[in-house]
């Protein structure tokens, strides 16, 4: 191939990590072809980041060219995870703009331009080679030991003789001729420049036989015409980027900032993954974790603020999120921190907000987690709200509610007669206790906790027990559970009528024990 560059000198460094405010054009580019989990939305998440950030622009973008692996529904899937984290594009799906389409599929005929012209400008070629003998040039290589890669059949052949067989329709990828020669470094905003023997490289595939591009082709020239600055992807297209180098030289364009970003690492310590401890991002939605947690969490993966700020808002984190930050090392996700995160956020909330992303999880049927069927929806938004209100120090997840609150919702209470009597107390001391309680509570005019707790206390002392004696007695009798929230607020919330039902079976129990 004449015009193939056979000593290409070293690509110099471009860019750096900053670029002027304003400028600033990300995208996040999923294919398809499966469920995003943590680790991709982590990527996406810096990518928002850093437009918000600089003022820039984020946008999405689709790469479904492999159509073979194409999952239904993921597109979808992947839609609804930006909007359940809030994560908002300003072109792409749903809304266009200005460089689309933003569907890869429906910019074929780009891509299929652009690889004309690489083939006019000798840098890149037609092969003809059958798939059983890249088969057979593959087993022989691995046989002696060596790298697979096409051993270039095709990019020998002469100009006449390749005319003859496209004119003949034979059937053919393009693939890129990489320079035989030579280093390509690769300027990573956060590792530096990285060099690669050129001779090492492989004639990749830029557009297939059924005329659709590899990711390699799309993406180069999807990056350049949608004016992308910085291409902030996974560490593990570290070794495609000589190619992508190579190729935005080849078409004349200036190549964009890569930011090449460390994986997030499973608790195994492997690359996060369905198989290494993955769930897909829309699962901790159904699992009643809080959008802003997670979206705090998973900008913790790779990147910190100082030694000290984990729990940062979505503003705090525009305002503070920069490329320096961003380490290199894999970084590993831990679910009981991001269980700890979601609790920090639940007690964040007012109670109306707690209430009205509880409440679905509350009114769920019951082998889903939710109430007991028995107790008949729509619940009470007013009693609700109370109600999970008192919980919001314990609920770690939204789902945690359904438990927790069970007792606040059913009418008959199931539990151990037993557990009525606290320790240290016996049957008669507690059936004491807990009638003169009764009678207390009956002539007791203002069922709100101010009122029922002085006169408890005042009865625990005039009983010569100790708090806990009593009011565990009081907190089984009226909730059916050792634990619960503040027993007086418990009470208040419960109600005069339920409260008073509880305690009057609890002494028949007790009586009947
Ligand atoms: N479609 C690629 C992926 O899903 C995008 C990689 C990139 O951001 O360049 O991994």
């Not at 580019?29 to 928002?48: E, K, M, N, V």
């Not at 350049?224 to 190619?243: D, F, G, K, N, Y």
């Not at 006169?455 to 806990?468: F, I």
Request: with cysteine.
């Amino acid at each position: 191939m004449s015009a193939t560059p056979t000593s290409a000198p070293a690509q110099q460094p471009t860019g750096g990590i900053q670029a002027s405010p304003h400028t600033v054009r990300v995208r996040f580019a999923p294919s398809p072809t499966g469920f995003q989990h943590i680790g991709g939305y982590r990527t996406a998440l810096f990518d928002w980041l850093l437009a918000r950030h600089a003022r820039g622009t984020f946008l999405l973008r689709i790469e479904d060219t492999d159509i073979a692996r194409t999952v239904p529904g993921a597109v979808e899937a992947i839609i609804e995870g930006f909007q359940w984290l809030g994560l908002d594009w300003d072109e792409g799906p749903l809304i266009g703009g200005p460089f689309g389409p933003y569907f890869q599929t429906q910019r074929r005929d780009i891509y299929r331009a652009m690889s004309n012209q690489l083939i006019t400008g000798g840098h890149a070629y037609q092969c003809f080679c059958t798939a059983d003998r890249l088969k057979q040039v593959r087993d022989e290589q691995q046989a002696r030991g060596e790298p697979p890669r096409y051993d270039r059949l095709c990019r020998r052949i002469n100009s006449e003789e390749r005319a003859r067989r496209v004119a003949d329709g034979e059937p053919y990828v393009v693939r890129f001729a990489v320079p035989t020669e030579g280093a390509t470094l690769v300027d990573d905003a956060l590792r530096g420049a990285i060099r690669f023997e050129n001779a090492n490289l492989d004639d990749a595939v830029l557009l297939k036989s059924n005329a659709y591009p590899t990711y390699h082709l799309a993406n180069v020239v999807d990056d350049h015409l949608m004016r992308i600055t910085h291409v902030i992807r996974a560490e593990e297209w570290i070794p495609s980027a000589p190619l992508h180098v190579l190729t935005y030289a080849a078409l004349d364009w200036a190549p964009p900032v890569f930011v090449h970003v460390p994986d997030v690492l499973g608790p195994d310590g492997r690359k996060l993954s369905k198989r290494h401890g993955a769930v897909p991002l829309l699962e901790y939605r159904d699992r009643g974790y809080l959008p802003e947690a997670v979206l705090n969490y998973m900008a913790l993966l790779g990147w910190s603020f100082d030694d000290k700020a984990d729990v940062l808002s979505r503003d705090q984190l525009i305002a503070s999120f920069s490329l320096e930050r961003v380490g290199t090392a894999g970084a590993r996700y831990d679910p009981g921190r991001l269980l700890w995160f979601n609790g920090v956020y639940i007690r964040q909330l007012s109670p109306a907000d707690l209430a009205d992303r509880t409440l679905p999880f509350l009114e769920r049927p019951q082998d889903q987690g939710g109430l007991p069927d028995s107790v008949s929806r729509p619940l009470d938004r007013a009693y609700a709200e109370r109600v999970v209100g008192l919980e919001r120090e314990r609920m770690k997840t939204l789902a945690d509610a359904a438990e927790m609150t069970e007792f606040f919702f059913t009418e008959a209470l199931e539990y151990d007669p037993a557990l009525l009597i606290a320790k240290g107390m016996d049957r008669e001391r507690t059936l004491d206790g807990l009638r003169r309680a009764d009678k207390l509570l009956r002539a007791s005019r203002r069922w709100v906790a101010g009122n029922i707790e002085p006169k408890l206390r005042e009865l625990v002392a005039e009983l010569g027990l100790k708090p806990v004696q009593l009011f565990t007695s009081l907190r089984v009798a009226v909730t059916g559970r050792t634990v619960s929230p503040p027993l007086f607020d418990t009470m208040e919330v419960l109600g005069r009528q339920r409260s008073l039902n509880r305690l009057a079976r609890a002494l028949v129990l007790l009586a009947e024990k």
